[in-house]
Structures are given as C-alpha cells and as structure tokens.
C-alpha cells in the first residue's frame, strides 16, 4: 500500500531564509509525483508536477527534486517571504487499491515573519 | 479559461440529511475525481468518473454516490450524513488520455460542509 509521509508537519522560519520540505512515499512505482500549496480553508493549487522520468522542476524561487529509487522528494523555497505561509502538499499518482489515484501526505504547514 | 468550479462553496447540513455537491471540470478535461479532507489531514480519494462511468473507488461507504454528465460536469452525493463526513470536499479534473500522466491534477477550491 502507497504511503506518503512529509516532514516536518510545521516549519516557522523568518524572511529571506532558504528551506526544504520533505516527501517520502513507500513504492517507488509511481506515475509522478506533484506539489500542492494550500491556503488556510481553500482548495489546493499545483506548484511543480515531476514526471517519474524527471530528477527536478524549478518554478520561480522553488525547486522541486525526485529520487524515485529511495522514495523520497524535496520541496526547495529560496529567499522565503510572508506570502509563502501556507501548507504544502506532496502527492504521488501511483497505483493503489483502488486503482491509481492521486496519494496525498498530510502536509508542511509553513510559517514565515517578516 | 476557467479552471475548476465547485458549488456550493460552504454549506451546513443536519445529522442524518442528504447532500449533493457539484463540480465543472477545468476546460479541455474529461475526468473527474473526488476528495475528501479533514480538518489537519491530506486529502483522501473518493471515487472517480470518466465517461459517466465510476472507474474507480476509495475506501468510502456506499453512502458515497456521483454522477457524471455528458458535458463531464460531476456531483457528489452523500446520504444519511454523520457528524464525521464534516470536511472539505474537493473535486479535480484531468485529462484522460496518454496525456494525462503528464498534466497532471488542477483542483478547485472546495466545499465546505458542515455537519450538525
């Protein structure tokens, strides 16, 4: 069974600080794999979506890395600004149960002060 | 071009009422997916439809029900609600076709619901 787990569940850090969320799934056969921000009580925006062909996605200040072999992908934000506080989704497109489906972790709620 | 669309954006229903949520899928996409997310947690797959047809299904009781149109616009319906189906409900569309892996989800911005 597919699980994806994100570390750490809550980050705070002040302005201008570079930093790493982390995603690790359990099977490595995955479709893609794809980055969602989501503002408090609103629906999920997509950020990066790396095929599994990919090693990284970069999007403006943010990089997006996937090691398929050790299930593991890193979310980077350079020069971190208030605007960036929100939760950060990781979801891999992988066979599961049901079918393939979109597999979500449960987030990095991020902080940052200015 | 618009992307997702879901309706209502909040609502408040009583124990043990039913309820229908309604989705239009982004522009060019023939699939849609439902999600469920609680309060703290990712969100959870429900079922999808393609081709007015569900194709596949979570782990969600039978009380879980869709439709999908002709225009592929989607509803969801849950039935005899329980205080535990409070979440936010999201709905996402793709596009099923060799290109789909490579395009990935867009979502919208979900409904609210509210059981009380």
Known sequence: ?114 | DAGVTQSPTHLIKTRGQQVTLRCSPKSGHDTVSWYQQALGQGPQFIFQYYEEEERQRGNFPDRFSGHQFPNYSSELNVNALLLGDSALYLCASSFDGTASLKSGYTFGSGTRLTVV
């Open chain 1, 1 to 114: 069974k597919q699980e994806v787990t994100q570390i750490p569940a809550a980050l705070s850090v002040p302005e201008g600080e570079n930093l790493v969320l982390n995603c690790s799934f359990t099977d490595s056969a995955i479709y893609n794999l794809q980055w969602f921000r989501q503002d408090p009580g609103k629906g999920l925006t997509s950020l990066l979506l790396i095929q599994s062909s990919q090693r990284e996605q970069t999007s403006g200040r943010l990089n997006a890395s996937l090691d398929k072999s050790s299930g593991r992908s890193t979310l980077y934000i350079a020069a971190s600004q208030p605007g960036d506080s929100a939760t950060y989704l990781c979801a891999v497109y992988a066979a599961n149960q049901a079918g393939t489906a979109l597999i979500f972790g449960k987030g990095t709620t991020l902080s940052v002060s200015s």
